[in-house]
Each structure stands twice: as structure tokens, then as C-alpha cells.
């Protein structure tokens, strides 16, 4: 199996910055295509970035201009670094990486568990 952790939500002022981190390990044969989708309260998941391992990215409209993913492909590791945030931001972030566990085993969608990210205003 593949795990995903995620790391750096919290609290932060309108206007402010944050960095998410989420490194995947495991039985790790290859991996595609590494997102960040979010949840707020009461509302459905929606995706936030994508990139994938050729380095081909795609935001959100709301988070073009203010969030940047990126990815180091040998650490398996994907980043989301959010710029002036606002409190509409607010939400649960996970991360999502496309990957195989062998050469002849489909691709899976592997899932963190999510970090939690606060914006006040």
C-alpha cells in the first residue's frame, strides 16, 4: 500500500502564508499525477491543484495567483505553498497521488488524511 501524510496547516491571518507537505511512502512502484483538494464545512471536496509528474499544472479558478504546487519526484513529496489567504480558504486539505505498487498492478488513488487549514479574517 501507499501512505500519503500531509504536514503544515494551521492558523493563519487573512493575508497571510502557508505550506502544506505531503510525502508518500510505502510499497511504491510509481506515482503519477499528485493533487490538493479541500473540504470546507458542510460543503463537497473540491480540487484545489494538480500536477503531474511531467511537471503539467492545473489550479482552481478561486486559488490562480495566490497557490503554487510544485513536487519533488524523487521524494515523492508534493507542496502547496498558499499565499494571501483568505477566510474563504478555510477547509480541511487533502493531498491525493495517483500510484502503482508493482509493474502489473493498476493505478490506485491513495489519499492523506487530511490537514486542517484556518483562515481568519
Known amino acids: 500500500q501507499v501512505q500519503l501524510v500531509e504536514s503544515g496547516g494551521g492558523l493563519v491571518q487573512s493575508g497571510g502564508s502557508l505550506r502544506l507537505s505531503c510525502a508518500a511512502s510505502g510499497r511504491i512502484y510509481s506515482i503519477s499525477d499528485m493533487s490538493w483538494y479541500r473540504q470546507a464545512s458542510g460543503k463537497q471536496r473540491e480540487l484545489v491543484a494538480a500536477i503531474t509528474n511531467g511537471g503539467t499544472i492545473n489550479y482552481a479558478d478561486s486559488v490562480k495567483g495566490r497557490f503554487t504546487i510544485s513536487r519533488d519526484n524523487a521524494k515523492n513529496t508534493v507542496y502547496l505553498q498558499m499565499n494571501s489567504l483568505k477566510p474563504e480558504d478555510t477547509a480541511v486539505y487533502y493531498c491525493?497521488?495517483?500510484?502503482?505498487?508493482?509493474?502489473?498492478?493498476?493505478?490506485?488513488?491513495?489519499w492523506g488524511q487530511g490537514t486542517q487549514v484556518t483562515v481568519s479574517s
Open positions: 491525493m497521488a495517483v500510484g502503482r505498487t508493482g509493474v502489473l498492478t493498476p493505478r490506485n488513488n491513495y
